[in-house]
Nanobody
Framework: QVQLVESGGGLVGPGGSLRLSCTAS????????IGWFRQAPGKEREALSC????????HYSNSVKGRFVISRENAKNTVYLQMNSLKPEDTAMYYC????????????????????WGAGTQVTVSS
């Protein structure tokens, strides 16, 4: 069972940028579809983006398309989420997750259905 650790969260002003990292405990991160999600207090968890194991397919939610970019470096067992033009409504706990089924199972479901989750990293956008 893969273990995931998120990092890179923090406090940033509106319009700023942050890069989140999701690092795996094993060297086989490349076999998993990886997704980024967030949950704000009092709100449901929201799928933001996911990337195929082969790094050839991505999916973005409408709320982050054009502002966030997902990427992966399998050799470093790490997936990134570059977040630009941040808004106060982006404030949330951000989680990465891994799915071990075939890539399109998750990408065609808006990144939902992943099996393994990290503990999250807090992102706060405020002036």
């Amino acid at each position: 069972q893969v273990q995931l650790v998120e990092s890179g969260g923090g406090l940033v002003g509106p319009g700023g940028s942050l890069r989140l990292s999701c690092t795996a405990s094993e060297s086989t991160l490349g076999k998993y579809t990886i997704g980024w999600f967030r949950q704000a207090p009092g709100k449901e968890r929201e799928a933001l983006s996911c990337i195929s194991s082969a790094d050839d397919m991505t999916h973005y939610s409408n709320s982050v398309k054009g502002r966030f970019v997902i990427s992966r470096e399998n050799a470093k067992n790490t997936v990134y989420l570059q977040m630009n033009s941040l808004k106060p409504e982006d404030t949330a706990m951000y989680y990465c997750a891994a799915g071990e089924l075939y890539d399109t199972y998750y990408l065609f479901r808006g990144c939902n259905g992943m099996e393994y989750w990290g503990a999250g990293t807090q992102v706060t956008v405020s002036s």
